[in-house]
């Protein structure tokens, strides 16, 4: 089977959004009228990004997802992508799976695949998104990372930590009961883009950001960007994990013995989340749960934005943390 086979029978499929899909030289993209494309790639590279025995379902699924995350932080709908791939070799059992993986989340956000390129080499996945922004007015309802205002609310949609808890659980760093690293493990591997809540903020939030390399790491983006601070309440952050700590005590003679400031590493600092971090101004609490209720997406207040530059940590007590939470950096 060569790279054409493997093209036409594992990936090419009829565009039914975009103008032109796979099998020319270029693929061909009609955004609506009145709409900005957003663009946005990112690559995933094996031993870096997944462990080489990872199921090929879910690598597909991850792939892509984390490309839509990156639109529903911009409050896009997604379009169309291309795909680069490299493959060390090729086997049918591992491409139909991650087709399948790939196709089934794509199927789920009606974007197209509509284009790539295919090479032998070390394996490698390399996915770019295309989404539309409305243009009103002639202003770009796109939510970027710079709109942040002093006095604004900072939320956290969904759950924080999990991935990293089942990185650490994958890597012999923690033990964990099997129970807790499956429900972790499926947050690390096939991570939920929040596009429905990226496009209920449109209009809501003055800013946003996925959460990709850590919670602080990227606010700390955010708060650059926007020329502002922020206090955060860590442990309004770490509920998440938590949860699983009750069902291990409920269900299991297992308990993960984690001190409050691992938890707080795994929520801070952990990263591979993909949930969004975004800010509103206080008078659009109301506004910002309706979003939530509507892309069925729990959203939980986590700080406030403030002038002064720079990142405050305070525990529930409101007393000052140190922050030791550092992100993930791939030259670090
Ligand atoms: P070219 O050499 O003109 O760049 P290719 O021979 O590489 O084109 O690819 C042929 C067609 O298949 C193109 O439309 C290309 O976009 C598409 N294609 C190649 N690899 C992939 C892939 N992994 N997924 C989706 N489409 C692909
Ligand atoms: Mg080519």
């Not at 990112?42 to 462990?51: A, I, S």
Request: negative net charge; hydrophobic residues 45%.
């Amino acid at each position: 089977m060569g790279e054409f086979d493997v093209i036409a029978r594992y990936f090419a499929r009829p565009a039914r959004h975009a103008a032109l899909g796979i099998g020319d030289d270029c693929a061909l993209l009609q955004p609506s009228p009145g709409t900005q494309l957003a663009i946005s790639t990112d690559m995933l590279v094996q031993g870096r990004h997944f462990f080489a025995d990872v199921d090929p379902r879910t690598l597909g699924h991850k792939a892509l997802a984390v490309n839509l995350s990156d639109l529903a932080a911009c409050g896009a709908k997604p379009l169309a992508f291309t795909l680069a791939l490299s493959l060390p070799n090729i086997n049918q059992a591992w491409l139909a799976a991650f087709a399948d993986g790939l196709f089934v989340l794509a199927d789920a956000h009606g974007c197209d695949l509509i284009g790539g390129d295919t090479t032998g080499g070390p394996l490698n996945i390399c996915i770019t998104v295309f989404g539309e922004v409305p243009v009103v007015d002639g202003k770009s309802q796109a939510l970027l990372r710079s709109g942040a205002q002093p006095g604004d609310d900072l939320y956290v949609s969904g759950t924080v930590g999990d991935a990293r808890l089942a990185l650490e659980g994958l890597r012999g760093q923690l033990s964990l009961p099997a129970a807790v690293l499956a429900a972790a493990r499926v947050r690390l591997e096939t991570p939920t883009p929040r596009v429905a809540l990226g496009l209920a903020l449109r209009g809501v939030a003055t800013a946003a950001i996925d959460v990709s390399d850590g919670l602080l790491g990227d606010l700390a983006h955010l708060l650059e960007r926007s020329r502002t601070g922020a206090t955060v309440q860590a442990d309004n952050a770490i509920e998440s994990i938590a949860a699983y700590t009750a069902y291990t005590r409920a269900t299991s003679q297992f308990v993960i013995n984690l001190s409050k400031d691992q938890w707080r590493t795994l929520a801070l600092a952990g990263g591979d989340d993909y949930e969004l971090l975004f800010t509103a101004p206080p008078a659009q609490r109301a506004a910002v749960e309706a979003a939530a209720l509507a892309a069925q997406t729990p959203v939980r207040r986590i700080g406030q934005i403030k002038r002064e530059p720079g990142l405050t940590l305070v525990d529930a007590q409101g007393q000052t943390l140190p922050n030791h939470y550092q992100s993930f950096d791939h030259f670090a």
